[in-house]
Nanobody
C-alpha cells in the first residue's frame, strides 16, 4: 500500500526553523512529481514547492530563500527545511507525490505553528 507520512511539525517562534520529513512506504523515486503544500486556517491549500524529475524546483514566492527541499532516496524520505519562519507560515503542511507519474497521494499533514 502506497503511503506518505509527514513528521516534524510543531510550535516555533518567529525567526526559528523546523525541518519537516515525509517518508514513503515505497521507493520515493517512483513519485514524480513530488511536492509540499500547506493549508492555513480558513484558506485553500497552496503549493509550497514542487519538484519535477526533469525540471527546476519550483518554490512559491512567499517561501523563496527561506525554505529548501531535499531528499534521501535511501531512506525514501523527502524534507522541507524551513528557516526564518513567520507567523503567516502557520498551516498544516502536506507532502504529495504522483506515483509512477499517475495517481496522486497525500500524507495526512503535520501542523506548523509560528508564534509572533
Amino acid at each position: 500500500q502506497v503511503q506518505l507520512v509527514e513528521s516534524g511539525g510543531g510550535l516555533v517562534q518567529a525567526g526559528g526553523s523546523l525541518r519537516l520529513a515525509c517518508t514513503a512506504s515505497v521507493s520515493i523515486s517512483a513519485f514524480n512529481p513530488l511536492g509540499w503544500y500547506r493549508q492555513a486556517p480558513g484558506k485553500q491549500r497552496e503549493l509550497v514547492v514542487e519538484i519535477p524529475s526533469d525540471g527546476d524546483t519550483n518554490y512559491a514566492d512567499s517561501v523563496k530563500g527561506r525554505f529548501t527541499f531535499s531528499r534521501d532516496n535511501a531512506k525514501n524520505t523527502m524534507y522541507l527545511q524551513m528557516n526564518s519562519l513567520k507567523p503567516e507560515d502557520t498551516a498544516v503542511y502536506y507532502c504529495n507525490g504522483h506515483y509512477r507519474g499517475a495517481l496522486s497521494y497525500w500524507g495526512k499533514g503535520t501542523l506548523v505553528t509560528v508564534s509572533s
